[in-house]
């Protein structure tokens, strides 16, 4: 069973910077695949950024492009996005998620429970 948990979640100034962190177990990043999503109420949960496995590849939407950076260590098995600039429309709850076959499948299998980000201020 794989687990992610998320954290470093907070309030910050615009302008100002935080960094996320999931942890994952019962999965290697060798071998799986982890995503970043953002949900802010009224709207639908957005991707916005993830590592393929083994690090082979990153990928970033639009409206966080040039600003936040996602990174993975595989020896800690932890995955980071370290957020920059940071807009009051970046305000949501952002969780991790993984999935052993891509960074681009419909459903990731495994989801971490959250944490909220508010920019204000």
């Known amino acids: 069973q794989v687990q992610l948990v998320e954290s470093g979640g907070g309030l910050v100034q615009p302008g100002g910077s935080l960094r996320l962190s999931c942890a994952v177990s019962g999965a290697t990043l060798d071998y799986y695949n982890v995503g970043w999503f953002r949900q802010a109420p009224g709207k639908e949960r957005e991707q916005i950024s993830c590592i393929s496995s083994n690090a082979r590849g990153t990928y970033y939407a639009d409206s966080v492009k040039g600003r936040f950076t996602i990174s993975g260590d595989n020896a800690k098995n932890m995955v980071y996005l370290q957020m920059n600039n940071l807009k009051p429309e970046d305000t949501a709850v952002y969780y991790c998620?993984?999935?052993?076959?891509?960074?681009?499948?419909?459903?990731?299998?495994?989801w971490g429970q959250g944490t909220q980000v508010t920019v204000s201020s």
């Open positions: 998620a993984g999935d052993r076959s891509s960074c681009f499948v419909p459903r990731f299998t495994s």
